[in-house]
């Protein structure tokens, strides 16, 4: 007989014999920052691993049984694949790393997908370190290439398409569904010169993603992105409040995105739970991103996507870590841990607005008088004059949808107190020079901060302009266009599904044909494996099922 007559029978009895294939909803679970440090690095927790523990607001010393709580609750609930989107570990340590993976490696045992990318905290760290007592000392730190083989089996050796120049990578963790797992870390770069900002994507790189991008929209697929640092501010002037939780050159990169058709990016960094929608540069599309807070800072949360069979609704649902070994109420606990860690968040805030603080005092030196205080001393007075209203704000901002929090008052609060403030950076005012200063001081504050905190306490982005638009932190349910299922099961790319797609799979089952001449295409139900569920599919498409 002839190898054509062979193969042509070899499909016939695979059509008669194979069952009906078809896509089933599919749930991607999303989690970040987890920061784990690895208990082995604490050598003797003394003096330097407990000023660690007070100056983060990071519950890193319950890392491993939140991590391991964690894995058991992803176990329980079973979804397709998990997402991580970067800071595995808390400052780059390779032993927390290896601990990491190995948690992971129990998802995958169960037949979980898992994909990662880093983050800040990951690779090339000069804070990697371990705790011994009153010291610290430096431990190893992996480079992109340790990284990427510490991780092999959570997306780097899944990949249908690697970046040369990141860690960046294509999966399809669901059929019809594409993830661009981007680096925005500039790891590699780092591998030579690690003084280079952590913050960044090449624009060889960009046009990696772009391509990807492309190539996805022409097979049919739906294509969504996870990154670390966010694309899109998430209360107004973000920015200049927070410094660089935004990705370089932000504004630019979602513009293209959105042209190139990524309409829904994952993110971390933040350790807050919002969602929030960006419209393009002429408000006719736009791009949701979502990002997720750390199981280290309360509400200790995980994300929950259900992604619809025509992979055009995703639903997502918000989860938490509720107990943890010895902590069953750990929700409560991990509250007030939260609530009384708040302060390195004030020092971040007047670092970042030092510079707007100084113009104050400089324009209106001759009324002040000498004034002259630290940012040490600046950040204690704000802390105390406004302890009340920055739990609130912080708790409202880590539990999302604000609206619902009762912190609508937050911001007259703050401009009421601004003569405690005053008392405190600048005592000694008398009674005629006081009242001028304190109406100064609260008209320039309610210039720097009445837009971001109008955002926060509305959960509106573009607060009060045309572009307002608030989106559900929690519970949103995302519509997109579906996917274009008559080019699944197109091997070929000829715009057709038949019998020459059949053979080409057959081809490859048979060492005939490299699955790699067809990325994101042979392996149709995204199994690793091309084999006859894959001729199933195609089959079944074939055939109008």
């Not at 960094?269 to 979502?290: K, P, R, W, Y």
């Not at 539990?399 to 405190?424: F, H, M, W």
Request: charge should be negative; charged fraction near 20%; include cysteine.
């Amino acid at each position: 007989m002839k190898p054509r007559h062979s193969l042509t029978l070899c499909t016939l009895l695979l059509m008669m014999l194979l069952s009906q294939a078809g896509h089933a909803q599919d749930r991607l679970l999303v989690f970040t920052d987890p920061h784990l440090l690895s208990p082995a690095l604490v050598v003797n927790p003394g003096q330097a691993y407990n000023d660690a523990i007070n100056n983060d607001n990071k519950m890193f010393d319950l890392g491993a049984p939140i991590m391991q709580a964690l894995i058991d609750t992803i176990l329980a609930i079973h979804p397709t694949a998990v997402l991580v989107t970067g800071d595995m570990t808390k400052d780059g340590e390779r032993r927390s790393h290896q601990d990491m993976a190995s948690y992971l490696a129990q998802l995958r045992a169960q037949g979980i997908g898992v994909y990662v990318i880093p983050g800040n905290h990951d690779v090339n760290s000069d804070e990697a370190k371990g705790y011994y007592g009153s010291t610290t000392r430096k431990v190893t730190t992996p480079s992109s290439t340790e990284f990427a083989t510490i991780y092999a089996d959570m997306g780097y050796n899944q990949a249908l398409d690697r970046d040369n120049n990141s860690l960046s990578y294509l999966v399809e963790p669901i059929p019809g569904l594409w993830l661009i797992a981007i680096d925005d870390n500039m790891t590699v770069q780092r591998d030579a010169d690690r003084s280079i900002d952590a913050n960044g994507i090449t624009l060889s790189t960009r046009n990696w993603i772009l391509d990807k991008a492309d190539q996805g929209r022409a097979l049919g697929k739906q294509v969504m992105a996870m990154m670390h640092h966010q694309l899109v501010e998430h209360y107004d002037e973000q920015s200049r409040i927070s410094g660089d939780a935004a990705v370089t050159d932000a504004a630019n990169l979602r513009q293209q995105f959105i042209e190139h058709g990524i309409k829904l990016v994952l993110t971390g960094h933040m350790h807050i739970g919002n969602i929030t929608t960006q419209f393009d540069e002429a408000s006719a599309d736009s791009l949701v991103e979502v990002t997720t807070g750390s199981p280290l800072t309360y509400p200790c949360q995980f994300r929950l996507i259900d992604v619809a069979p025509d992979r055009g609704t995703f639903g997502i649902n918000t989860g938490y870590i509720e107990q943890i070994q010895d902590i069953p109420n750990f929700q409560d606990y991990a509250l007030e841990r939260f609530q009384n860690s708040t302060r390195p968040t004030v020092a971040s805030l007047v670092y970042h607005s030092w510079d707007d603080l100084m113009a104050i005092i400089d324009q209106y030196g001759s009324l002040l008088g000498d004034v002259n205080f630290t940012q040490e001393q600046a950040t204690e007075a704000i802390y105390t004059a406004y302890h009340d209203e920055i739990v609130r704000l912080m708790v409202a901002m880590a539990q999302g949808n604000e609206p619902s929090r009762g912190v609508q008052d937050v911001p007259d609060a703050i401009y009421n107190k601004v003569g405690t403030l005053v008392d405190q950076l600048i005592p000694g005012l008398n009674f005629i020079t006081r009242p001028i200063v304190v109406g100064i001081i609260r008209n320039q504050l309610e210039n720097l901060l009445d837009a971001p905190l109008r955002s926060v306490v509305t959960d509106c982005n573009h607060y009060n302009t045309a572009q307002a638009h608030v989106t559900d932190d929690l519970m949103p349910v995302l519509h997109f266009a579906p996917i274009d299922e008559g080019t699944r099961g197109d091997i070929n790319g000829d715009g057709k599904v038949d019998v020459t797609d059949v053979n080409i799979i057959i081809n490859i089952m048979l060492g005939k044909a490299q699955a790699s001449n067809y990325p994101g295409r042979a392996d149709i139900n995204v199994d690793d494996n091309v084999d006859v569920s894959d001729v199933n599919i195609v089959i079944n498409i074939m055939l109008g099922k």
